[in-house]
């Protein structure tokens, strides 16, 4: 199994600057953006959200844009993941979503896998909120001195991007 990832950037946006992916690609992909920092909209279409990071966006809008509407540098983590041929899961699902990135959202628990310590976790977006392969998106914050353990996930690959701290 492989994540069919297209691009993973880091994007400074400027004071009212606009960031679009160039949409002359011949494969159909699911647009994702973790907002580090700073005031952005999400235009898809008609619609707008407003978001102030941290937050995660995701849209199948290949010609959505990012406008920064706030009066300092956002920062945003870009991602594209190719949709599989013949999928017709893009019907399914919301065409765009936007959550916050809250640690008041979170639940403790004893650390994962065989891991030390305490976590916390919250899953933001699962599979039926995804058109490509990409199955799940979570949030999470371990405790000093805490670990995931060691482990395996069958069919499935797994990132971590760390926001912050030490490990």
């Known amino acids: 199994f492989k994540t069919p990832w297209d691009t993973l950037d880091h994007i400074s946006l400027a004071p009212q600057s606009e960031h679009r992916w160039n949409t002359k690609k011949s494969t159909q992909v699911e647009y994702g953006y973790l907002v580090l920092d700073g005031e952005?909209?999400?235009?898809?279409?008609?619609?707008?959200?407003?978001?102030?990071?941290?937050?995660?966006?995701?849209?199948?809008?290949?010609?959505?844009?990012?406008?920064?509407?706030?009066?300092?540098?956002?920062?945003?983590?870009?991602?594209q993941v190719a949709m599989v041929e013949g999928s017709e899961s893009a019907s399914s699902v919301q065409h765009t979503q936007v959550d916050t990135i809250d640690p008041?959202?979170?639940?403790?628990?004893?650390?994962?896998?065989?891991?030390?310590?305490?976590?916390?976790?919250?899953?933001?977006?699962?599979?039926?909120?995804?058109?490509?392969?990409?199955?799940?998106?979570?949030?999470?914050?371990?405790?000093p001195g805490s670990s995931v353990g060691y482990h395996y996930h069958d069919g499935m690959e797994e990132s971590f991007i760390i926001v912050g701290g030490t490990g």
Not at 40 to 65: I, Q, Y
Request: charged fraction near 15%; charge should be positive.
């Open 40 to 79: 952005v909209e999400l235009s898809a279409g008609p619609h707008r959200w407003p978001v102030t990071g941290p937050a995660v966006l995701r849209t199948l809008d290949p010609n959505h844009s990012l406008v920064n509407t706030g009066s300092r540098t956002a920062k945003l983590l870009a991602l």
């Open 104 to 143: 008041e959202r979170l639940q403790w628990r004893p650390a994962i896998h065989g891991g030390a310590g305490r976590i916390a976790t919250r899953h933001i977006w699962g599979p039926g909120d995804f058109a490509s392969t990409w199955t799940f998106l979570d949030q999470a914050i371990l405790a």
